[in-house]
């Protein structure tokens, strides 16, 4: 596809379990983004990677939130443990890597701990 | 810290008039501005990208305007029609280097037909 794509589009788990979200970003984008969306906070910054250099990690909320990105390309956010304010839709966006380069989107994971 | 602050929350407006939505920013220091919409249930479409030497962007019935020295930027819809209902994010790039995007929290359009 030409898109980012996302997956699972939606997640119910139980708290303490734990999840991992795929993102497939567009092909020849060299930066990945990891958001997440909840009521009443907006958007918010998690994790960023760029090529082969070392992620900038300075969004995750807390080490129960850990990202990897292999063969610059697919990326897998995982939650351990989870908790009920964990849920919210996490969205994946790529862009070129280029400084000021525009970001797209995927339809995001919408995650719902029971 | 950069925030940034979308005015009004809400808006709901007759089809066909021109609108304008407001973002607002507190650090003038940004390499660029993104606009996006957003469907419910859905992720986020770039709609325009305003480098920070640019004024303004246009596509088709959207224009997006920015005064970075005032922190300020507004994407006016021309002719709204239904289909323009959706909410619309508008985001900044801090500065260069800096690649996270910081989000306003929406403004939630209704064009009534």
């Known amino acids: 596809g030409a898109g980012v794509s996302q997956s699972p589009s939606n997640k119910v788990t139980e708290k303490g379990k734990d999840v991992e979200l795929r993102c497939d970003p567009i092909?020849?984008?060299?930066?990945l983004y990891w958001y997440r969306q909840s009521l009443g906070q907006g958007l918010e910054f998690l994790i960023y990677?760029?090529?082969?250099?070392?992620?900038?990690k300075s969004g995750l909320p807390s080490d129960r939130f850990s990202a990897e990105r292999t063969g610059g390309s697919v990326s897998t956010l995982t939650i351990q443990r989870t908790q009920q304010e964990d849920s919210a839709v996490y969205l994946c966006a790529s862009s070129l890597g280029i400084q000021g380069g525009e970001q797209y989107f995927g339809p995001g994971t919408r995650l719902t701990v029971t | 810290k950069q925030e940034v602050t979308q005015i009004p929350a809400a808006l709901s407006v007759p089809e066909g008039e021109n609108l304008v939505l407001n973002c607002s920013f507190t650090d003038s220091a940004i390499y660029n501005l993104q606009w996006f919409r957003q469907d419910p249930g859905k992720g986020l479409t770039s709609l325009l990208l305003i480098q920070s030497s640019q004024r303004e962007q246009t596509s088709g019935r959207l224009n997006a305007s920015l005064d970075k020295s005032s922190g300020r930027s507004t994407l006016y819809i021309a002719a709204s029609q239904p289909g323009d209902s959706a909410t619309y994010l508008c985001a900044v790039r801090p500065f260069q280097g800096a690649q996270k995007l910081v989000f306003g929290q929406g403004t939630r359009l209704t064009i009534n037909p």
């Open positions: 990677f760029q090529g082969n250099s070392a992620p900038d």
């Open positions: 092909s020849g984008h060299t930066a």
